[in-house]
């Protein structure tokens, strides 16, 4: 058994997951070490995979690859007769892996050990392109045309003469480097697609806290299912390896300061030994068996400390995997006004799903037989507890980046007025894109900040009782709000918005956004005392809010702003047939 392996089965035996009852187990990982596949007899080792009690033919069964050497190249894992089991192996490529079913590991590299936190500081300035000595020699030959015309980009080889066959060390003609040390003063570090897909290379460079330029068509990159690798590292196709440089030098400080970031995030948390790489197996696989429990996909790719970074640039970056927008509708016992509002909502084009969480544990929601028949998914999220904070879960069903956010009795809004917010979200998308809007005052009489709900002509919050905002924003508000701010707000039944609106004025320093004219929002057929605003006391709380949360920021973030978005043709006399928003509401 190999060392590697040793601590892979002791990972196992010391985590949360283990069970020394077969009877209790929900997956089996064979004690053989199959870590590498040179070190193996492939017959006999399928021979003994398969005279194990609980084989089955590999069903549930979890086979580890992942030393250098030892890529689990798609015929050998044929060869080795492993049926039905997962691998999680290094080196998949995209016509190999199966999604959701194996587990895609980093090439493990014993070198990373040589490098510590300490040494990740200091000024980066090189492009390193390190030893891959089964690099294709077309990629070589334009590898060395590129180092030629850049005094930048260092192009290192495996030392020959006196130094053949010592590899803690790389030349470049008579200049010798100390490998992977010299991988610490490099910006960017390449990895390029080898006789072997997967490369150590991508381990080291990120240990070094080097940002990973991935030119490899068809590498499946480690933990691919939940990790967005576009926030760490950057990408060229095999194709365009001649305007490397060109990528790398149009990147402006911010998007480099954010992948550095993000990489250092990414070894420590999921790459970084034995164990973690090995727990974050674990993990993907306990959150395929249960996902009403899985984490969110924010939360697998955001550190713990999001509130650091200056600008969410990943609201930029980040790929949706479902287009327009997820209506999430926080009700509670306003079943006749819900439905209308549905029937509403789903004339939006952009409309992806709606969600409605029930907040009502005192009574269960209609039965599915009752709801509206409407021509996209719904699902009814029941709370365990009635707290206004659950509209901002980041629920795993939203798919979109974009939610829309609204109280079921907002009736009036028209399907023109919702998909031209939207379309104003895409345009803003770190901003709270929405129709009511406050402000807020300072009261020289009592020396305190003041909630304005008079019409005026500065706005410094959109109320999320019908407004678009990204995703990142719910995580943030579900696992990273300052203080005590999201306990009060629950315990008060009040201010969730006003906190939503302090969050993303903190992290962006922006202002929120209104759309369209319309400034009256009413229920036409709720009675006045269902509504938590018409409690006096509301609008003195929502007072003490401001001043409260402006305390606890130990500032005031929310911005003021004159500006609203209306559709450019909004009051030109043109024939309807011209505009694409025809119903858009007024004063």
Not at 77 to 101: M, N
Not at 480 to 502: L, Q, R, T, Y
Request: charged share 20%; aromatic share 12%.
């Amino acid at each position: 058994m190999s060392r590697e392996f040793y601590f892979i089965l002791q990972s196992i035996i010391e985590s949360k997951y283990y069970t020394p009852n077969p009877d209790e187990a929900c997956i089996f990982v064979p004690s053989i070490d199959t870590l590498n596949q040179n070190r193996f007899r492939t017959l006999e080792t399928s021979q003994a995979l398969a005279s194990l009690t609980y084989w089955s033919e590999g069903e549930n069964h979890l086979v580890f690859n992942m030393i250098p050497g030892s890529v689990p190249d798609y015929s050998t894992v044929v060869e080795l007769s492993l049926g039905r089991a997962i691998v999680a192996g290094a080196g998949f490529s995209s016509w190999t892996y199966r999604p959701g079913f194996d587990v895609s590991l980093p090439v493990y590299s014993p070198t990373t050990g040589q490098l510590s936190d300490a040494q990740h500081k200091g000024a980066k300035s090189w492009l390193i392109v390190s030893s891959q000595t089964n690099l294709h020699p077309e990629y070589m030959r334009e590898l060395w045309h590129l180092a030629q015309d850049h005094s930048d980009m260092l192009l290192l080889e495996a030392c020959t003469s006196d130094l053949q066959g010592n590899y803690s060390v790389r030349c470049r003609g008579d200049e010798v480097y100390q490998y992977p040390h010299i991988l610490q003063q490099a910006r960017f570090c390449l990895v390029v697609r080898g006789a072997r897909l997967g490369q150590p290379t991508l381990l080291e460079a990120m240990a070094a806290g080097c940002i990973p330029v991935i030119c490899a068509d068809s590498l499946v990159m480690p933990f691919q299912d939940v990790l967005d690798w576009k926030r760490a590292a950057i990408f060229i196709a095999e194709d365009d390896l001649g305007s490397l440089m060109d990528v790398l030098t149009s990147l402006s400080d911010d998007r480099v300061a954010e992948l550095q970031r993000q990489v250092h995030w990414f070894y420590d948390r999921y790459l970084s030994s034995i164990k973690k790489i090995t727990l974050t197996t674990l993990d993907i696989l306990n959150d395929r068996v249960f996902p009403q429990h899985a984490r969110t996909y924010e939360e697998w790719n955001m550190s713990p400390d999001p509130l650091a970074t200056k600008s969410p640039l990943f609201l930029q970056l980040t790929a949706p995997r479902s287009q327009g927008f997820t209506a999430v509708i926080l009700t509670y016992d306003r079943v006749e006004s819900l439905f209308s509002l549905i029937q509403k909502l789903v004339k939006a084009p952009s409309l992806s799903k709606v969600l409605v969480v029930w907040n009502n544990q005192r009574k269960s929601p209609p039965h599915p037989s009752m709801w509206p028949k409407i021509n996209k998914p719904l699902k009814v999220i029941q709370t365990k507890e009635n707290k206004l904070s659950n509209r901002f879960y980041p629920y795993e069903e939203i798919e979109t980046e974009a939610i829309l956010t609204i109280d079921d009795d907002i009736v009036m809004l028209t399907s023109d007025e919702l998909e031209f917010g939207y379309e104003v979200w895409r345009e803003f998308p770190d901003r709270i894109v929405g129709f009511p809007s406050r402000t807020h005052v300072w009261d020289n009489v009592t020396m305190r900040w003041k909630y304005e709900s008079e019409w005026t002509n500065q706005i410094s919050m959109v109320l999320t009782g019908a407004a678009f905002h990204h995703k990142y924003w719910s995580y943030l508000y579900t696992t990273s709000m300052p203080g005590n701010i999201k306990d009060w707000v629950d315990e008060h039944m009040n201010c969730e918005d006003i906190a939503m609106n302090f969050l993303v004025a903190n992290v962006t320093k922006k202002a929120p956004i209104k759309v369209t004219p319309r400034k009256k929002f009413k229920c036409p057929k709720c009675i006045n005392t269902e509504m938590l605003s018409a409690d006096l006391n509301h609008m003195m709380e929502r007072s003490q809010c401001i001043d409260r949360f402006a305390a606890i920021y130990g500032s005031m973030p929310l911005q003021t702003v004159e500006f609203r978005a209306d559709p450019v043709l909004y009051k030109d006399n043109f024939p309807e047939k011209l505009k694409r928003f025809n119903d858009i509401g007024s004063l």
